[in-house]
């Protein structure tokens, strides 16, 4: 399914080079510790605020991620709208995809742009009123900013539905950009919208270019999270995965949420990924540079051994959060829990 070996895409070279990849760490956890309030767009700081985006992803590169994403998840018309900002897509993805190059160019080794798309929050037809071709505009739009400010590929993330990520694959292979995706499998082991692990390989078939690389972002929590690794391992042995899992468990404090997961334990989860078959792996929600940094160190002192199972991981990770997936009997028992993306 990869199309790694045809591919002269800085990622797939750096792939090739270092064989496991790492990705930084939780862009929303970090710019409402730098003062982003609740409700506000991250991407308008892309215009009003970039000093503190070049310092978000500088602290990451120097943590040591291989990868950084644009400040663009939520860069879309539709999510811009709601801050009457839909008019300013193209400059805002530009912006965001500039910062982030500046501070790779200046990293002094490889580090990968990653151009962050995100969801549309709206649903497709027949569940919505979103249209399949409207989507892949949308998308297009966007691609095309990140694109221009010199994004090497098309991060697609944090989805849910199949139609969703083929529009924006698509939008991407217009705009001649190679392009990952990810779902979020937080609903008893699938996507909200039914996407199961083991089917996110074949997701963008019907597309003319393949991804570089499929997985797995956010969800609810890194047990689950390696637990759809290995599903998605064993659907396609030979395929590159990513896994960027939230940092630990979600938990709200009054108003506040918190993650329960320390760099030890990112650490820990890093070594299962690397064992699991992952070959991008990074950090979701919650996850900062000292959390990634020992991911880092974890990485490069870590030899590939045995594939874990499930109560392995459970054993050194923690309990899962959410119902398997396969349902299998002698599977453990996932307790179901919300996650809310920052």
Same mark, same amino acid.
């Given at each position: 399914?990869?199309? !790694?070996?045809?591919?002269?895409?800085?990622?797939?070279?750096?792939?090739?080079?270092?064989?496991?990849? !790492?990705?930084?760490?939780?862009?929303?956890? /970090? !710019?409402?510790?730098?003062?982003?309030?609740?409700?506000?767009?991250?991407?308008?700081?892309?215009?009003?605020?970039?000093?503190?985006?070049?310092?978000?992803?500088?602290?990451?590169?120097?943590?040591?991620?291989?990868?950084?994403?644009?400040?663009?998840?939520?860069?879309?018309?539709?999510?811009?709208?709601?801050?009457?900002?839909?008019?300013?897509?193209?400059?805002?993805?530009?912006? #965001?995809?500039?910062?982030?190059?500046?501070?790779?160019?200046?990293?002094?080794?490889? &580090?990968?742009?990653?151009?962050?798309?995100?969801?549309?929050?709206?649903?497709?037809?027949?569940?919505?009123?979103?249209?399949?071709?409207?989507? &892949?505009?949308?998308?297009?739009?966007?691609?095309?900013?990140?694109?221009?400010?010199?994004?090497?590929?098309?991060?697609?993330? /944090?989805?849910?539905?199949?139609?969703?990520?083929?529009?924006?694959?698509?939008?991407?292979?217009?705009?001649?950009?190679?392009?990952?995706?990810?779902?979020?499998?937080?609903?008893?082991?699938?996507?909200?919208?039914?996407?199961?692990?083991?089917?996110?390989?074949?997701?963008?078939?019907?597309?003319?270019?393949? $991804?570089?690389?499929?997985?797995?972002? +956010?969800?609810?929590?890194?047990?689950?999270?390696?637990?759809?690794?290995?599903?998605?391992?064993? #659907?396609?042995?030979?395929?590159?995965?990513?896994?960027?899992?939230? +940092?630990?468990?979600?938990?709200?404090?009054?108003?506040?949420?918190?993650?329960?997961? /320390?760099?030890?334990?990112?650490?820990?989860?890093?070594?299962? #990924?690397?064992?699991?078959?992952?070959?991008?792996?990074?950090?979701?929600?919650?996850?900062?540079?000292?959390? !990634?940094?020992?991911?880092?160190?974890?990485?490069? #002192?870590?030899?590939?051994?045995?594939? $874990?199972?499930?109560?392995?991981?459970?054993?050194?990770?923690?309990?899962?959060?959410?119902? /398997?997936?396969?349902?299998?009997?002698?599977?453990?028992?996932?307790?179901?829990?919300?996650?809310?993306?920052?």
């Amino acid at each position: 399914m990869s199309s !790694l070996a045809a591919s002269n895409n800085p990622l797939a070279d750096l792939i090739a080079k270092k064989g496991v990849l !790492l990705a930084d760490g939780a862009t929303g956890t /970090t !710019l409402f510790a730098m003062g982003l309030e609740s409700g506000e767009a991250p991407e308008l700081w892309n215009e009003d605020a970039p000093e503190k985006i070049t310092r978000m992803h500088q602290d990451f590169v120097d943590a040591g991620a291989d990868i950084i994403l644009t400040n663009s998840f939520g860069g879309t018309r539709h999510r811009l709208k709601l801050h009457n900002a839909q008019d300013r897509v193209f400059e805002l993805n530009k912006r #965001a995809a500039e910062i982030a190059r500046q501070v790779a160019d200046s990293a002094g080794r490889p &580090v990968i742009v990653a151009g962050s798309v995100g969801p549309t929050g709206e649903l497709l037809v027949p569940l919505g009123a979103l249209t399949y071709e409207d989507a &892949v505009e949308a998308f297009v739009e966007q691609i095309e900013g990140l694109k221009a400010g010199g994004a090497d590929v098309a991060w697609i993330e /944090t989805m849910s539905a199949q139609d969703e990520i083929r529009a924006a694959a698509e939008a991407a292979v217009k705009c001649g950009m190679p392009f990952t995706y990810t779902g979020s499998f937080d609903t008893a082991g699938k996507t909200m919208m039914g996407l199961h692990p083991k089917d996110i390989h074949n997701v963008t078939n019907d597309i003319q270019e393949a $991804p570089l690389a499929v997985g797995a972002n +956010c969800g609810v929590g890194a047990s689950d999270i390696l637990a759809s690794l290995l599903d998605m391992k064993e #659907a396609n042995p030979d395929g590159a995965i990513i896994v960027k899992g939230n +940092c630990g468990i979600p938990e709200f404090r009054g108003s506040e949420i918190h993650y329960s997961g /320390t760099p030890p334990l990112m650490a820990e989860y890093a070594r299962l #990924a690397i064992n699991a078959g992952a070959t991008i792996i990074g950090g979701c929600c919650g996850t900062t540079c000292e959390h !990634l940094q020992a991911m880092r160190e974890a990485i490069d #002192a870590h030899d590939k051994t045995e594939k $874990p199972t499930l109560d392995e991981i459970v054993e050194k990770i923690g309990p899962l959060r959410n119902k /398997t997936a396969g349902d299998g009997a002698d599977a453990p028992k996932r307790e179901r829990r919300g996650r809310r993306r920052a």
